[in-house]
Protein backbone atom coordinates (compact mmCIF):
# COMPACT_ATOMS: atom_id res chain seq x y z
CA UNK A 1 0.00 0.00 0.00
CA UNK A 2 1.10 3.46 -0.69
CA UNK A 3 0.66 6.29 2.03
CA UNK A 4 -2.55 7.33 1.03
CA UNK A 5 -4.02 3.96 0.73
CA UNK A 6 -2.59 2.95 4.71
CA UNK A 7 -4.09 6.60 6.11
CA UNK A 8 -7.00 5.18 4.51
CA UNK A 9 -6.92 1.96 7.02
CA UNK A 10 -6.21 3.78 9.56
CA UNK A 11 -9.05 5.93 9.21
CA UNK A 12 -11.01 3.18 9.97
CA UNK A 13 -9.33 2.20 12.71
CA UNK A 14 -9.85 5.20 14.29
CA UNK A 15 -13.72 5.16 13.25
CA UNK A 16 -14.23 1.41 14.70
CA UNK A 17 -11.72 2.07 17.92
CA UNK A 18 -11.14 6.11 18.50
CA UNK A 19 -7.59 5.88 18.23
CA UNK A 20 -5.55 8.84 16.81
CA UNK A 21 -2.32 7.95 14.85
CA UNK A 22 0.76 10.36 15.19
CA UNK A 23 2.52 11.50 11.84
CA UNK A 24 5.56 9.08 12.95
CA UNK A 25 3.21 6.11 13.84
CA UNK A 26 1.47 6.76 10.04
CA UNK A 27 4.56 6.56 8.56
CA UNK A 28 6.35 3.70 10.12
CA UNK A 29 2.60 2.07 8.89
CA UNK A 30 3.19 2.95 5.37
CA UNK A 31 6.74 1.36 5.29
CA UNK A 32 5.71 -1.63 7.01
CA UNK A 33 2.46 -2.30 4.96
CA UNK A 34 4.24 -1.33 1.61
CA UNK A 35 3.90 -4.83 0.08
CA UNK A 36 0.56 -5.36 1.02
CA UNK A 37 -1.93 -4.70 -1.00
CA UNK A 38 -5.04 -2.30 0.42
CA UNK A 39 -7.70 -4.94 -0.99
CA UNK A 40 -5.70 -7.66 1.46
CA UNK A 41 -5.67 -5.04 3.83
CA UNK A 42 -9.41 -3.70 3.57
CA UNK A 43 -10.47 -7.34 3.90
CA UNK A 44 -8.19 -8.34 6.79
CA UNK A 45 -9.01 -5.28 8.64
CA UNK A 46 -13.12 -6.08 8.20
CA UNK A 47 -12.51 -9.79 9.50
CA UNK A 48 -10.64 -8.01 12.35
CA UNK A 49 -13.17 -5.72 13.21
CA UNK A 50 -16.06 -8.66 13.65
CA UNK A 51 -14.14 -10.27 15.98
CA UNK A 52 -11.57 -7.91 17.75
CA UNK A 53 -12.02 -5.42 20.26
CA UNK A 54 -8.78 -3.46 20.36
CA UNK A 55 -7.14 -1.54 17.20
CA UNK A 56 -4.50 -4.09 15.33
CA UNK A 57 -1.01 -3.51 14.78
CA UNK A 58 0.57 -3.77 10.98
CA UNK A 59 1.49 -7.47 12.41
CA UNK A 60 -2.31 -8.47 13.33
CA UNK A 61 -3.35 -7.07 9.76
CA UNK A 62 -0.32 -9.62 7.93
CA UNK A 63 -1.41 -12.39 10.36
CA UNK A 64 -5.39 -11.79 9.18
CA UNK A 65 -4.10 -12.10 5.43
CA UNK A 66 -1.96 -15.15 6.43
CA UNK A 67 -4.96 -17.02 7.92
CA UNK A 68 -7.60 -15.73 4.85
CA UNK A 69 -4.74 -16.68 2.45
CA UNK A 70 -4.98 -20.06 3.87
CA UNK A 71 -8.30 -20.83 2.27
CA UNK A 72 -8.05 -19.84 -1.43
CA UNK A 73 -12.00 -18.77 -1.89
CA UNK A 74 -12.14 -16.69 1.52
CA UNK A 75 -11.50 -13.46 0.45
CA UNK A 76 -13.45 -13.64 -3.08
CA UNK A 77 -16.51 -15.06 -0.37
CA UNK A 78 -15.96 -12.01 1.60
CA UNK A 79 -16.05 -9.57 -1.83
CA UNK A 80 -19.01 -11.36 -2.40
CA UNK A 81 -21.24 -11.00 1.17
CA UNK A 82 -19.98 -7.33 1.02
CA UNK A 83 -21.49 -7.20 -2.42
CA UNK A 84 -24.61 -8.85 -1.98
CA UNK A 85 -25.03 -6.69 1.30
CA UNK A 86 -24.69 -3.06 -1.04
CA UNK A 87 -26.90 -4.97 -3.48
CA UNK A 88 -30.11 -4.34 -1.28
CA UNK A 89 -29.31 -0.57 -2.17
CA UNK A 90 -28.54 -0.71 -5.74
CA UNK A 91 -31.97 1.18 -6.42
CA UNK A 92 -31.90 3.46 -3.13
CA UNK A 93 -31.10 7.67 -4.12
CA UNK A 94 -27.19 6.96 -2.85
CA UNK A 95 -26.96 3.72 -4.53
CA UNK A 96 -24.07 5.27 -7.03
CA UNK A 97 -22.14 6.06 -3.64
CA UNK A 98 -22.85 2.97 -2.42
CA UNK A 99 -21.04 1.37 -5.70
CA UNK A 100 -18.12 3.74 -5.40
CA UNK A 101 -17.37 2.65 -1.68
CA UNK A 102 -16.67 -0.65 -2.58
CA UNK A 103 -13.54 -2.15 -3.36
CA UNK A 104 -11.60 -1.53 -6.91
CA UNK A 105 -11.52 -5.26 -7.42
CA UNK A 106 -14.79 -6.02 -6.61
CA UNK A 107 -15.88 -3.01 -8.99
CA UNK A 108 -13.50 -4.53 -11.33
CA UNK A 109 -15.51 -7.75 -11.31
CA UNK A 110 -18.69 -6.82 -11.36
CA UNK A 111 -18.02 -4.69 -14.81
CA UNK A 112 -19.51 -1.12 -14.06
CA UNK A 113 -21.95 0.44 -12.01
CA UNK A 114 -25.04 -0.63 -14.62
CA UNK A 115 -24.23 -4.14 -14.18
CA UNK A 116 -24.05 -3.24 -10.30
CA UNK A 117 -27.61 -1.85 -10.96
CA UNK A 118 -28.87 -4.58 -12.96
CA UNK A 119 -27.89 -7.26 -10.05
CA UNK A 120 -29.68 -5.49 -7.77
CA UNK A 121 -33.16 -6.70 -9.31
CA UNK A 122 -31.83 -9.75 -9.90
CA UNK A 123 -33.11 -12.52 -8.20
CA UNK A 124 -30.97 -14.44 -5.41
CA UNK A 125 -31.00 -17.81 -6.75
CA UNK A 126 -30.17 -16.56 -10.07
CA UNK A 127 -27.10 -14.80 -8.39
CA UNK A 128 -25.86 -17.33 -6.31
CA UNK A 129 -25.88 -19.55 -9.09
CA UNK A 130 -25.02 -17.18 -12.30
CA UNK A 131 -23.36 -14.42 -11.02
CA UNK A 132 -21.73 -15.75 -7.82
CA UNK A 133 -19.70 -18.61 -10.02
CA UNK A 134 -18.32 -15.92 -12.82
CA UNK A 135 -17.79 -13.24 -9.82
CA UNK A 136 -15.65 -15.64 -7.49
CA UNK A 137 -13.56 -16.93 -10.63
CA UNK A 138 -12.67 -12.96 -12.01
CA UNK A 139 -12.15 -12.22 -7.95
CA UNK A 140 -9.12 -14.93 -7.86
CA UNK A 141 -7.67 -14.00 -10.52
CA UNK A 142 -7.49 -10.42 -9.90
CA UNK A 143 -5.94 -11.20 -6.83
CA UNK A 144 -3.00 -12.95 -8.08
CA UNK A 145 -2.54 -11.10 -10.60
CA UNK A 146 -2.09 -8.09 -7.63
CA UNK A 147 0.06 -10.22 -5.87
CA UNK A 148 2.29 -11.19 -8.25
CA UNK A 149 2.46 -7.81 -9.07
CA UNK A 150 2.74 -6.51 -5.50
CA UNK A 151 5.13 -9.17 -3.91
CA UNK A 152 7.63 -7.66 -1.38
CA UNK A 153 10.51 -8.75 -4.09
CA UNK A 154 9.42 -5.91 -6.73
CA UNK A 155 8.01 -3.35 -4.35
CA UNK A 156 11.33 -2.84 -2.62
CA UNK A 157 13.41 -2.76 -5.84
CA UNK A 158 12.55 0.98 -5.51
CA UNK A 159 15.32 2.48 -2.75
CA UNK A 160 13.73 3.60 0.07
CA UNK A 161 14.66 7.30 -0.07
CA UNK A 162 12.76 7.25 -3.78
CA UNK A 163 9.90 5.79 -2.00
CA UNK A 164 9.86 8.19 0.48
CA UNK A 165 10.30 11.16 -1.66
CA UNK A 166 7.65 10.08 -3.50
CA UNK A 167 5.57 10.34 -0.07
CA UNK A 168 6.57 13.37 1.05
CA UNK A 169 5.46 14.93 -2.24
CA UNK A 170 2.13 13.67 -1.33
CA UNK A 171 1.88 14.46 2.66
CA UNK A 172 4.22 16.02 4.86
CA UNK A 173 4.27 13.76 7.87
CA UNK A 174 6.60 16.34 9.81
CA UNK A 175 5.49 18.91 12.45
CA UNK A 176 5.19 22.26 10.69
CA UNK A 177 7.56 23.68 13.86
CA UNK A 178 10.35 21.02 12.52
CA UNK A 179 12.64 22.27 9.64
CA UNK A 180 13.16 19.92 6.15
CA UNK A 181 15.45 17.18 6.77
CA UNK A 182 18.70 17.68 4.17
CA UNK A 183 18.29 16.01 1.24
CA UNK A 184 19.88 13.10 1.52
CA UNK A 185 22.97 11.96 0.19
CA UNK A 186 23.45 9.25 -2.41
CA UNK A 187 24.50 6.09 -1.45
CA UNK A 188 22.52 5.59 1.46
CA UNK A 189 21.41 2.13 1.76
CA UNK A 190 18.00 1.15 3.47
CA UNK A 191 19.33 0.45 6.79
CA UNK A 192 20.40 3.76 7.47
CA UNK A 193 17.23 5.30 6.51
CA UNK A 194 15.82 3.12 9.04
CA UNK A 195 18.23 3.76 11.50
CA UNK A 196 17.42 7.77 10.91
CA UNK A 197 14.07 7.19 11.44
CA UNK A 198 14.35 5.52 14.80
CA UNK A 199 16.54 8.00 15.60
CA UNK A 200 14.07 10.97 14.71
CA UNK A 201 10.81 8.70 16.97
CA UNK A 202 13.68 8.42 19.95
CA UNK A 203 13.88 12.28 19.64
CA UNK A 204 10.51 12.69 19.42
CA UNK A 205 10.00 10.64 22.56
CA UNK A 206 12.88 12.73 24.35
CA UNK A 207 10.77 15.72 24.17
CA UNK A 208 7.64 14.48 25.02
CA UNK A 209 9.24 13.23 28.38
CA UNK A 210 11.42 17.02 28.70
CA UNK A 211 7.56 18.34 28.43
Same mark, same amino acid.
Given at each position: ???????????????????????????????????????????????????????????????????????????????WEQLLRAL????????? #???? *? /????? =????????? !? +??????????LESVQRPM?? #???? *? /????? =????????? !? +???????????????????????????????????????????????????????
Amino acid at each position: MNNIETQQILEHIKTMYGKDYTPDTIKLWTLTMQDISFTEASFALVSWFETEHWPPLPADIRAKIYNLKAEPDVLASQAWEQLLRALRNAYAPESE #KIWN *E /LPETT =RQCVGGYAT !F +RAWGNTENSSLESVQRPMFI #KRFE *E /LQKRV =RKEGSAQER !F +REPLPSLMTAEQKTIDYRPETQDKAPAKPSGRSRADDLAELRKRLMRGKDEDRSD
